[in-house]
Structures are given as C-alpha cells and as structure tokens.
C-alpha cells in the first residue's frame, strides 16, 4: 500500500495559496506565488517593505 501523505499536503498547500490570491490582478501572479509556496522558495525583501 502506498501513502499518498505527501501528495494530499502538497494539494493542500496549493489550495491555500489560491484562497488566499483572490485579490491578485494576474493568473501570473497567482503562478509566482504557487511555484514560491510548493518549490519552499525565499520570499524577497522588498515584498515586504512599505516606503
């Protein structure tokens, strides 16, 4: 029998980005922060920087 544990987090986190993304303007946007949330990528400094 084979777990499908690491699959079902994997749809889960894909889910949770997109509740989160109904406000981005682009479908480009929503791909940038899918491939940063599943690919565990750095989120850059100036995402977070209010001037």
Known sequence: KISLG???GQNNKAKVV????YG????KMLE???YHKLGQLP???LAHRYF
């Open 32 to 34: 940038i922060a899918l």
């Open 24 to 27: 981005f303007k682009t479908a």
């Open 18 to 21: 997109i509740r989160k993304s």
């Open 43 to 45: 989120v850059p400094d």
């Open 6 to 8: 690491a699959v079902e």
